[in-house]
């Protein structure tokens, strides 16, 4: 008989959902988890939420701050335990250890790296209540949670262009063609992505190390993996290689196969920030599930690189008509906001 959450659990529930959402919970490529531990009675005795990557996940934050006894308590997790084969240690084996006696669930962990949560806690003689509110809980994660679904990278793409569609003049020059706060924001998604991907062509011309880095210059907390395209070199002291971060240079035109090899190799977010030619290729393949477009107010005719290149539109039904879903001021620039719907 499958167990079903109390009514003190759902309430819970909801709370581990709501601080899961927490503003200190870094938007990255973990997924935001929210803990709540009740008594036997279903009285509250702690909380933890996951605050990001190199940061205690949310059953363990919630465990340590527990000043009480902590064997016979009921643990109510928006996320299914971490399990992981190769490694001495996870929450799941935590909650074992620690004697807590059920354990309530939101969404199931299905990434490959951390799934089987539920399974070892039931071996273990925990009560395991699975589908707590789960869709509630999947949607704190949407990146999450279309990842794993698709097997393959949640994909964000930036465009920073003039009013008037160009990502460039004719000599290749873009730097600068958004304001400050629109490139502080562009830090941010840098920050966000497992992969920042870009070309080797682009990291010449721009000399840009992809960094993702605060107003003041220092680097922020957590660092994408640098991921650059093409069959040109790339000269050993250029500023990307001195950043420390991981850079990987690949000459492919199979976007579909390096997506899937990233998923495997458990990297569950993509931002791409290239010239027109890689963002129109990640398009037309149907590799897109997200465009932050930035519009600066700035003209440069039709001398000017467009956007995007041939997406085989040459009628008006045949439009692309990604979804808007949030369109905002930063400084000078517009920043919109489109989504791809699921292709399942
Ligand atoms: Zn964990």
Redesign the pocket.
């Given at each position: 008989v499958a167990l079903a959450p109390s009514a003190a659990e759902l309430i819970a529930m909801r709370q581990a959902i709501e601080i899961a959402q927490d503003e200190a919970a870094a938007l990255g490529p973990n997924p935001r988890v929210g803990c709540v531990i009740l008594d036997s009675d279903g009285q509250y005795l702690a909380n933890g939420f996951h605050l990001g990557v190199g940061h205690p996940?949310?059953?363990?934050a919630a465990l340590e701050k527990m000043n009480t006894e902590v064997v016979g308590t009921t643990a109510v997790v928006s996320l299914e335990?971490?399990f992981r084969s190769d490694r001495e240690q996870?929450?799941?084996k935590r909650l074992v250890e620690a004697g807590v006696k059920r354990v309530v669930i939101g969404q199931l962990d299905e990434s490959a790296k951390?799934q089987g949560g539920a399974k070892y806690l039931a071996d273990n003689g925990v009560e395991v209540v699975v589908g707590a509110m789960t869709e509630e809980a999947a949607a704190i994660n949407p990146w999450f949670t279309k990842s794993i679904k698709l097997k393959r990278p949640y994909i964000r793409i930036k465009i920073a262009a003039s009013l008037d569609g160009r990502v460039a003049a004719a000599d290749g020059s873009s730097k600068w063609i958004s304001g400050n706060p629109a490139r502080d924001y562009v830090h941010q998604l840098r920050s966000e992505a497992s992969v920042v991907i870009s070309t080797i062509r682009t990291a010449q011309i721009d000399q840009s190390r992809f960094t993702a880095r605060n107003t003041d210059g220092s680097l922020k907390s957590h660092q994408p993996q640098i991921l650059l395209l093409g069959k040109e070199k790339l000269n050993s002291d250029h500023l990307v290689f001195q950043t420390g971060n991981q850079v990987d240079l690949i000459d492919t035109r199979d976007l579909s196969s390096l997506m899937k090899s990233l998923y495997q190799d458990q990297k569950l977010s993509v931002l791409i920030e290239s010239g027109p030619t890689l963002a129109t290729a990640f398009i037309e393949a149907g590799l897109v599930d997200e465009i932050i477009w930035v519009v600066s107010p700035i003209l440069l005719g039709n001398q000017g690189i467009a956007a995007l290149g041939d997406l085989g539109v040459s009628n008006i039904d045949q439009a692309i008509r990604p979804h808007v879903y949030e369109i905002s001021q930063l400084g000078l620039d517009t920043i919109i906001k489109l989504q791809f719907p699921s292709e399942s």
């Open positions: 996940h949310a059953e363990i335990p971490c996870s929450c799941s951390a």
